[in-house]
């Protein structure tokens, strides 16, 4: 293994400028878009807030964090693969700002591997546990449920023909 110089690791605060100016205006309108769901939607996910279903990567955040403190059955119990995408976020930038290194063929295939393991995860989730089991819980108030009366009955009833 390559062991990295005080050079590179001198170089990592350039770096991490230099992506930070190059995406400053989709971190903005990230931004933008955060502060204007949550103030009119209380949400974030925009299938949460369009649909009312969570997406394949609800609990995820709430997962890491678990995780990070050191409360592995809690990030287990929020999403299984927390610690796989952990991983990964981990290798990206070590990579990235540590190493100076483009983002190799080897990170990409196993970024394609945990996300489709996170697409059968979900829907193992929506088929056997929604909307009975957080996070894999339906959500009042979407768009959908806003604009047909009977959006929820019929989605919930859907799932529920699978148990």
């Known amino acids: 293994m390559n062991r990295i110089s005080r050079r590179e690791i001198r170089k990592m605060p350039g770096r991490i400028v230099a992506d930070l100016k190059e995406y400053r205006f989709a971190i903005a309108g990230l931004l933008v878009y955060s ?7 209380h949400a974030f996910c925009p299938m949460v807030i369009v649909t009312g279903l ?7 955040n709430r997962a890491v964090l678990f995780l990070l403190r050191g409360e592995f059955a809690r990030s287990f119990a929020l999403h299984p ?6 991983a ?7 990579g990235r700002y540590v190493a100076g290194r483009r983002v190799s ?5 196993c970024l394609g591997i945990v ?3 996170t697409l059968v995860l979900y829907g193992y989730r929506m088929l056997w546990l929604f909307p009975d089991y957080p996070p894999a819980s339906y959500t009042g108030g979407s768009l959908c449920e806003r604009l047909f009366p009977e959006y929820r009955q019929e989605v919930l009833a859907f799932f529920r023909l699978f148990r």
């Open 105 to 109: 063929r080897g990170f990409m295939v």
């Open 81 to 86: 693969l927390a610690a796989l995408w952990l």
């Open 35 to 41: 502060m204007i769901t949550r103030l009119i939607f």
């Open 54 to 60: 969570p997406c394949p990567g609800c609990g995820l």
């Open 88 to 94: 990964l976020i981990f290798w990206f930038l070590a």
């Open 115 to 117: 996300a489709a393991a």
